[in-house]
C-alpha cells in the first residue's frame, strides 16, 4: 500500500514537470486620458500583476508626492522591495524606472482616464519584457493634485 502510495506521488510530481508553465493572457485597455482636466493622480497603493517568465508575480506598489514629483516602492510578493527611482506621467503615458540590484527596471505603460489602473510593459535588465497590470486601492485620502504640490 506504501509503495503504491509513492508511486502514485512520483508520478504525479514527474507528470507536473514535464508541463509547461501556464500562461496568464494580459490586455491593457486603460482607456483614453481624461481631455482637458486634471492628469491622473497617482498617490496611493497599488495591487500589482506580472508575468515574467509565464509565472504569475504579485505584489504591493505604493507612490506618494517628493516634493512636486512622484516617487514610491514596490514590494513583491517573492522578493525584497525595491525603489521606484522616476515616475513620469504625459497624459495617460507613464514612465517608471525601478533601481534593481542587477540595473534598472523599466515600465512604460498607460493609466486609465480615471486614474485607478495602469497596464503596460515591464522590462528588464536583460531586455526581456513582460506585461504588468496594477489597480489602485480604494482610500479616503486624497492627497492634493500634483498642480499644486511645491516644487
Request: glycine share 12%; net charge neutral.
Amino acid at each position: 500500500m506504501m509503495m503504491d502510495l509513492m508511486t502514485l506521488v512520483v508520478a504525479a510530481a514527474l507528470a507536473t514537470q514535464s508541463k509547461p508553465a501556464p500562461q496568464i493572457a494580459m490586455t491593457c485597455d486603460a482607456g483614453e486620458a481624461a481631455v482637458g482636466g486634471e492628469p491622473a493622480n497617482l498617490h496611493g497603493q497599488w495591487d500589482f500583476l506580472m508575468t515574467p517568465r509565464g509565472s504569475p508575480s504579485f505584489g504591493l506598489m505604493t507612490i506618494g508626492f517628493v516634493g512636486a514629483d512622484y516617487g514610491g516602492s514596490l514590494a513583491p510578493a517573492r522578493t525584497a522591495p525595491v525603489v521606484i527611482r522616476t515616475i513620469s506621467l504625459t497624459g495617460n503615458a507613464i514612465h517608471m524606472v525601478v533601481g534593481a540590484r542587477e540595473g534598472d527596471v523599466l515600465f512604460d505603460g498607460r493609466v486609465s482616464g480615471k486614474g485607478d489602473y495602469m497596464c503596460g510593459t515591464v522590462t528588464y535588465h536583460g531586455g526581456e519584457t513582460f506585461p504588468m497590470v496594477a489597480q489602485k486601492r480604494p482610500s479616503t485620502y486624497q492627497s492634493p493634485p500634483q498642480s499644486e504640490r511645491a516644487r
